[in-house]
């Protein structure tokens, strides 16, 4: 069972950083690849970026590529999002997402619809 809850978001002004975090209050953390879906208005949702069960691979969305930085620490049952140089078009609501992995895939997982558990999310606003 995962229950993903996201904190972190808030309106920032353009070059501001934020921080997302996403813990999951549930008992297998470890067995799922996470991922960082956002979704703007009237726009399609996007992986931004995705990580491993172990941490070992990540992947980023082109558009954040070089600005956004997924991590997790299975310790504590929490995946992060480090957000930099951020930009107006990456307002969106950002939702935490995971998907059950089997065998320790190391595998990430960059389509929405690959994800089975999501969290509520978290509006990140950024201001020109």
């Known amino acids: 069972q995962v229950e993903l809850v996201e904190s972190g978001g808030g309106l920032v002004q353009a070059g501001d950083s934020l921080k997302l975090s996403c813990a999951d209050s549930?008992?297998?953390?470890?067995?799922?690849?996470m991922g960082w879906v956002r979704q703007a208005p009237g726009k399609e949702r996007e992986v931004v970026a995705a990580i491993s069960w172990s941490g070992g691979s990540t992947s980023y969305a082109d558009s954040v590529k070089g600005r956004f930085t997924i991590s997790r620490v299975n310790v504590k049952k929490t995946v992060y999002l480090q957000m930099n140089s951020l930009k107006p078009e990456d307002t969106a609501v950002y939702h935490c997402?995971?998907?059950?992995?089997?065998?320790?895939?190391?595998?990430?997982?960059?389509?929405?619809?690959?994800?089975?558990?999501w969290g509520q999310g978290t509006q990140v606003t950024v201001s020109s």
């Open positions: 549930g008992r297998s953390f470890r067995s799922y690849g």
């Open positions: 997402a995971a998907k059950e992995i089997r065998h320790y895939s190391s595998s990430v997982y960059s389509r929405p619809n690959e994800y089975e558990y």
